[in-house]
């Protein structure tokens, strides 16, 4: 580890803080229907999109009518982004002749980009048209994002109104998210990426020669305008294979530390709008601190681990002191990387700049428990808040038990309704986690896409589940993904990691809204100071190590105890 890595890193963290208020607040008078800077030029443009689609905005939903809003909605897209893949050679904007994509390729892709996981068995450049990665990727990866938002902003409402039956309207918010935030953010995030030297084109290839006279065909395409909204949204879905590794899609330092800034920019502003929401600021910076602590950690373990080196060098007689740099971009290095990687599983990103599989064991292993635990750090771009607001109402429900007192939070008590409902949500996670790892372990189907034995391919297998269930998208590196038993398992993953948290958390925010809220009394806990904060870090970390250490065992620790006695994989 070096003092440049750890300026860097708090440097990027300092940069985190300084956008989640400014943001927060636009965020804020957005989703309350309040003039914004935008309003001038877009108001016209969002009142005529409703009076197309037949929305009355003034009309608000109960929790029912919005989850089935929200269901029929991402329905539609699976459908549309099967269908364009599906019919991908016949379509135009496919300069290069690409044929039509597998349909359980096409399944497991259509899945991956509508629950905002952006998990890719396939490389993009040489197997996804231009229409493809315009009309479909790259538009799920806006409307999944803006999907996320709303959800987050219902389950807000839902703590801080008082006696109401409705939650908000889904059309409403999904439609300001895009084009209030999602568009204008994107598109100067765009052109910044095509200063900085990032293809957008629609011209399919271009030839060049290399210094030893050998010809190579380069692939282009739309690429930063994908790129934008990959990291804005956290959906990380490469227009390249190597994604953010590729030089067209991260070209420079720069570039680099605008992208992790730009994967937690929405989702920290979102705890600076909870607060805002709530009538107290310091609500959003205890919740935003929380998320801070749990990211600090992780990326002290990763960089450690990284900085640290393989001892088997070592005892060879050869030069450890600089690290491993094993499947890592000489252009970033050991602290970028692993601050990247660190902040991309944190995030229900995805997007990679180093290889997760050439990472030392416990270096591999944090990015894995980032995800295990939710990816409440921060999070997708709304799935994080409302992630780490369940994890909330779990921490006051323990901290009731406690004290013998009904838990409240915000003024709501928490019954059995919201706690069963929260619990519902937490549990299907390691449900898929590991019980789909269970099986491709076993299985013939599944071992024959991994790359290595012992502790190391188990732990190929069980990122790729768990990246899957949470809605991350990142890959190990090692597995062979594009068999019909993992596009088809690891979808149904992708699936229920989505779609089974939401629907519960909608139920909560439904009867949290109906509600009336109490003041605070002598007995009531605070939940923005440092007690809060410790608790609900605590509690997650407990809930995490509790349901995933014996996977961890099995896989990230065996392997690191083996290379320690000088037994690698």
């Not at 909605?73 to 982004?81: S, W």
């Not at 006696?163 to 918010?173: E, I, K, L, M, S």
């Amino acid at each position: 580890m070096t003092v440049s890595g750890w300026i860097h890193i708090l440097l990027f963290a300092a940069l985190v803080a300084a956008v989640a208020r400014p943001l927060g607040g636009y965020m804020t008078r957005l989703f309350n229907g309040e003039r914004t800077l935008l309003s001038p030029l877009l108001g016209p443009v969002e009142r005529g999109l409703y009076r197309l689609a037949g929305v009355d905005a003034r009309t608000e939903q109960h929790w029912v009518t919005y989850a089935v809003a929200m269901l029929l909605f991402n329905a539609a897209g699976l459908l549309l982004l099967y269908a364009l893949q599906r019919l991908q050679g016949v379509l135009p904007l496919n300069p290069t002749g690409m044929a039509a994509v597998p349909a359980d390729l096409a399944f497991n892709t259509a899945a991956s980009f509508v629950t905002n996981t952006n998990w890719q068995n396939y490389g993009g450049e040489s197997t996804m048209s231009h229409l493809v990665q315009m009309a479909g990727l790259t538009v799920q990866n806006f409307v999944s994002a803006a999907t996320g938002i709303a959800l987050a902003v219902a389950l807000v409402r839902g703590f801080t109104r008082s006696g109401a039956r409705t939650v908000g309207n889904f059309w409403t918010d999904l439609t300001r998210g895009t084009l209030y935030l999602l568009l204008p953010l994107s598109l100067l995030y765009a052109l910044f990426l095509v200063w900085q030297g990032v293809p957008q084109t629609l011209a399919g290839t271009v030839d060049a020669t290399t210094l030893d006279g050998v010809k190579q065909t380069i692939a282009l395409g739309p690429v930063a305008s994908q790129e934008a909204i990959k990291m804005l949204g956290t959906n990380g879905g490469g227009f390249f294979n190597a994604n953010s590794t590729h030089p067209f899609e991260n070209p420079n330092a720069l570039t680099n530390l605008v992208q992790m800034l730009s994967i937690f920019a929405i989702g920290a502003g979102l705890t600076n709008l909870f607060g805002r929401m709530a009538g107290d600021e310091r609500q959003g910076w205890a919740i935003l601190a929380a998320m801070g602590l749990l990211f600090v950690i992780g990326v002290a373990v990763v960089y450690w681990a990284e900085a640290q080196g393989n001892p088997a060098f070592a005892a060879l007689g050869l030069d450890n002191a600089a690290g491993n740099m094993e499947g890592k971009e000489t252009r970033f290095g050991i602290a970028m990387s692993a601050l990247f990687a660190a902040v991309t599983t944190a995030a229900s990103c995805g997007a990679v700049n180093a290889m997760h599989d050439s990472f030392m064991p416990l270096g591999g292993m944090v990015p894995m428990v980032n995800m295990m635990l939710g990816e409440i750090i921060v999070g997708g771009v709304g799935a994080g808040l409302y992630g780490m607001l369940l994890f909330a109402i779990v921490t006051m429900f323990v901290a009731g038990l406690m004290v013998g007192r009904t838990p409240e939070y915000l003024g709501k008590k928490l019954e059995a309704k919201e706690v069963k409902m929260t619990m519902l949500a937490v549990l299907c996670l390691p449900l898929m986690m590991l019980g789909g790892t269970a099986f491709a372990v076993v299985l013939d189907t599944g071992l024959a896409s991994l790359a290595n034995a012992g502790p190391h391919g188990f732990s190929e297998a069980l990122y790729a589940y768990v990246s899957a269930a949470a809605n991350n998208g990142s890959a190990f590196g090692g597995l062979s993904g594009n068999t019909l038993w993992y596009n088809l398992t690891l979808a149904a993953g992708m699936l229920v990691g989505r779609f089974l948290v939401i629907v519960p958390m909608l139920a909560v925010a439904g009867s949290l809204a109906a509600k009336t809220r109490s003041a605070a009394s002598a007995g009531t806990f605070p939940t923005h100071g440092g007690l809060f904060i410790g608790l609900l870090a605590g509690v997650i970390l407990i809930v995490g190590g509790l349901t995933f250490f014996p996977a961890l065992a099995l896989g990230p620790v065996a392997e690191h105890l083996a290379m320690r006695a000088g037994l690698l994989f």
